[in-house]
């Protein structure tokens, strides 16, 4: 049997979150792992192929909805002017689709916005056995080994749902049991819309909620199924800081074990962090305290760290970064990067290039075969094939009000502590001369020396700094050779 396709998905994302205390960002966009908690809920959706996707918005809906039009633009925001709870919710989002003249009928699956373990099996287990058993709701179900604060699935002898009960609504038997609703359902929609309309708000909060819903259709005679997460931690949601990072380790377990099953090697998984969106291909190496982030691609037979942080970058075969920080970089197969070096966006490192010790670059592009070895700055550059950049070399690129581009070329040497300020052009196969500051093009072939005469001032140190340890230095060795310069003197007899 083909997998069960919901007509839609309603995302309920119009909460504050008070228990997150951030008053600028509300709950849904807090991020783990690379994307916001909506992203993860909406990434473990997509497959589900739902014709429509809804997100209902309230709290920072501005920021929220131009969050959901970056991720996912295909989906609809619906607002949610006051709160009035998740039943409240889910009939704005169908009447939002009424009014867009979608014919309501099918599969409608809820979700909460703050769930980002939530997978995609879960879901299509819950599609599965709603339609099996013909069902006019499917609740996605845990048992917790701390249920406080869920609201509590209370089932008959059969083991039929009963009802989901709030905690604050509970009695102490029904606050005993470990089973507990994940606020993930599969509504038939034609019935969900009828049951909607005779919620009352005849409970602690004043709310509505969706969960009474289940009670309706249990009143009705109408079956309710359920659908039990193998590990709780799947359906978990994050309310506070301290859930957040509990969500984290347990997306990085996840997406570390994925690498390694998929022949990835890991050699540290406690301290290797890997987004959800990184792809990492086989036979590549992580090592210890490494962090991947973004869309970071890293290819077959790549050594990634120790202590490297990657984001947004891709790592070709067989390159290796030790040690370093990248940001929307690209580095080229066999390529050498780091320790301690910093490649900032747009630096793109041809095959076999180095970029070594405290080196920074940025908006530059390196070819095959040119070495940056250490403690130099390359910045809106183009450096040719096979060209070497000596130490302390300084790519002068900003004039105060606007950056410039220099074009160094193929089988180049760049002296070592050589300035070079944009914009000039320097010709294949030409040299700098160490210490020079080059200001103006050098022709292919050339030597450019671009540096002050040296003049050395005698007797400065004795004149202006008597007394001083450097004086007493110079006075002794100074003495000392012009002992040595004295004619030998022999004894007469």
Do not use: C
Not at 155 to 162: E, I, L, N, Q, Y
Not at 289 to 308: C, D, E, N, Q, W
């Amino acid at each position: 049997m083909s997998q069960p396709r919901p007509f839609a998905v309603v995302v309920l994302a119009a909460g504050e979150g008070t228990r997150m205390k951030s008053p600028t960002t509300p709950k849904v966009l807090h991020a783990v792992a690379g994307r916001s908690l909506l992203g993860h809920v909406l990434a473990a959706a997509a497959p589900l192929h739902a014709a429509h996707t809804v997100v209902v918005v309230g709290h920072g809906r501005d920021l929220v909805t131009t969050h959901l039009a970056a991720i996912a633009p295909a989906a609809r925001s619906v607002v949610q002017e006051q709160q009035h709870g998740t039943g409240h919710a889910a009939r704005v989002a169908l009447e939002a689709l009424a009014a867009a003249g979608v014919d309501l009928d099918g599969i409608v699956v809820v979700l909460p916005g703050d769930a980002p373990l939530l997978t995609s099996p879960a879901l299509a287990a819950m599609l599965e056995e709603h339609v099996a058993g013909g069902n006019a709701a499917t609740l996605l179900t845990a048992r917790l080994p701390d249920p406080t604060g869920y609201g509590r699935i209370v089932r008959d002898p059969t083991g039929a749902v009963r009802a989901i009960v709030e905690q604050r609504d509970a009695d102490e038997a029904t606050l005993a049991v470990r089973e507990v609703g994940t606020s993930v359902y599969a509504f038939d929609a034609v019935l969900l819309r009828e049951a909607l309309g005779r919620l009352t708000t005849d409970n602690a909060q004043g709310e509505e909620y969706l969960t009474d819903v289940v009670a309706l259709f249990v009143a009705d005679g109408r079956p309710v199924g359920a659908v039990t997460v193998a590990d709780h931690r799947d359906a978990a949601g994050v309310n506070d800081r301290a859930q957040l990072a509990s969500a984290g380790a347990a997306l990085r377990e996840r997406i570390v074990h994925a690498a390694m099953v998929a022949g990835v090697t890991v050699t540290d998984p406690s301290s290797t962090w890997i987004d959800a969106d990184v792809v990492i291909e086989t036979d590549a190496v992580i090592e210890p305290y490494t962090i991947l982030k973004g869309h970071t691609v890293v290819r077959a037979g790549a050594v990634v760290g120790p202590s490297s942080q990657l984001t947004d970058t891709i790592v070709e075969q067989g390159a290796s970064v030790l040690a370093s920080t990248t940001i929307g970089a690209h580095i080229g197969a066999g390529a050498e990067v780091g320790p301690y070096t910093y490649l900032r966006p747009g630096t793109v490192l041809g095959a076999d290039t180095k970029a070594g010790a405290y080196v920074e670059i940025k908006n530059s592009q390196v070819g095959d075969g040119s070495k940056v070895p250490h403690l130099s700055y390359v910045g809106d550059a183009t450096i040719g094939e096979r060209t070497n950049i000596g130490a302390a070399t300084v790519f002068v690129n900003y004039d105060g009000v606007h950056k410039h581009h220099s074009t160094v070329g193929s089988d180049v040497r760049i002296g070592s502590d050589s300035m070079i300020v944009a914009p000039v052009t320097i010709g294949d196969g030409a040299y700098t001369a160490a210490g020079s500051v080059i200001i103006e093009d050098v022709p292919a072939g050339a030597l450019a020396v671009a540096r002050g005469v040296q003049r050395n001032v005698l007797g400065w140190v004795a004149r202006k700094r008597p007394g001083s340890r450097s004086a007493q230095s110079a006075q002794a060795a100074t003495a000392q050779d012009n002992g040595s310069q004295r004619p030998e003197v022999r004894d007469q007899d």
